[in-house]
């Protein structure tokens, strides 16, 4: 939700919880093209989708089944961990001739910067930022090096 110009996300609390990063868990909308018609079912979708994330609901059009494309669903997923593009639907995981693969498509992933922990860009944008910071940290530690070399040159005068 916006407050005054502001986004706002209301989520869950976790011991490991900062303030100054946001969450990699998202909900986003995960398409199901070919699906079955009598497995538009949540009690179906579930288990089906475990390795993408936590199922939250089906559309509107899937619930209904009244688009026989595909089902739509929204799922919580973790945008650091990677997403599987199809997963097995069958009875038996050993026997590749009962059952097949389902594709799956996600809709509008946003990208998450492992680096500042923010969403909206990838780590890749922060090249120059990392490469500066790398070049002052440097510049502090020649500093430093410096200021300890000249007072043990200082006291070995005094001795």
Not at 122 to 135: A, C, P, Q, S, T
Request: one cysteine or more; a positive charge; aromatic letters at 8%.
């Amino acid at each position: 939700m916006t407050i005054e110009g502001k986004l706002m996300r209301i989520q869950a609390w976790t011991p490991n919880f900062r303030p100054k990063e946001e969450t990699p868990i998202v909900p986003i909308w995960v398409l199901l093209p070919g699906l079955p018609l009598h497995c538009f079912k949540k009690e179906f979708i579930t288990p089906l989708l475990e390795s993408v994330g936590k199922v939250l609901y089906l559309d509107t059009a899937s619930t209904k089944r009244t688009r026989a494309s595909m089902a739509k669903v929204k799922v919580q997923v973790d945008l650091t961990k990677a997403r599987p593009r199809h997963v097995w639907i069958g009875l038996d995981d050993e026997d590749l001739t009962i059952g097949r693969w389902q594709p799956i498509e996600y809709e509008n992933i946003p990208p998450y910067c492992a680096y500042c922990k923010h969403q909206g860009h990838m780590i890749g944008d922060y090249n120059f930022k990392i490469r500066d910071e790398d070049f002052q940290r440097r510049k502090e530690l020649r500093a430093e090096m410096k200021n300890i070399n000249q007072g043990e040159q200082g006291q070995q005068g005094t001795d």
